[in-house]
Nanobody, 117 residues
């Protein structure tokens, strides 16, 4: 099993920045891809950014150029740097990890990001 704990959410004004962190523990050696998803009120959960074990990132079109995903394997942590935040970025952000060999998915409990003036 893998446990994921997010931190770094909060209230920020439009145009501001936040950095989310996700610390992984447990059977971390099974983890391949990691990523961030978000779910806004009344909407489905959507992928924001993912990063492979080879540090290859992908981004949703809505966050390209504003968000950066990174990974520190020594600390078993994945980050999401969010810049130029917009009110439509308001959501609960969830950390995700995939273990391909066991076809397993793991989720954190989420951290709330609110972008409002």
């Amino acid at each position: 099993q893998v446990q994921l704990v997010e931190s770094g959410g909060g209230l920020v004004q439009p145009g501001g920045s936040l950095r989310l962190s996700c610390a992984a523990s447990g059977n971390i050696f099974s983890i391949n891809d990691m990523g961030w998803y978000r779910q806004a009120p009344g909407k489905q959960r959507e992928s924001v950014a993912t990063i492979t074990s080879d540090d290859a990132p992908t981004y949703a079109d809505s966050v390209k150029g504003r968000f950066t995903i990174s990974r520190d394997n020594a600390k078993n942590t994945v980050y999401l740097q969010m810049n130029s935040l917009k009110p439509e970025d308001t959501a609960v952000y969830y950390c995700h990890a995939a273990a391909i060999a066991t076809f397993s998915d793991f989720w954190g409990k989420g951290t709330l990001v609110t972008v409002s003036s």
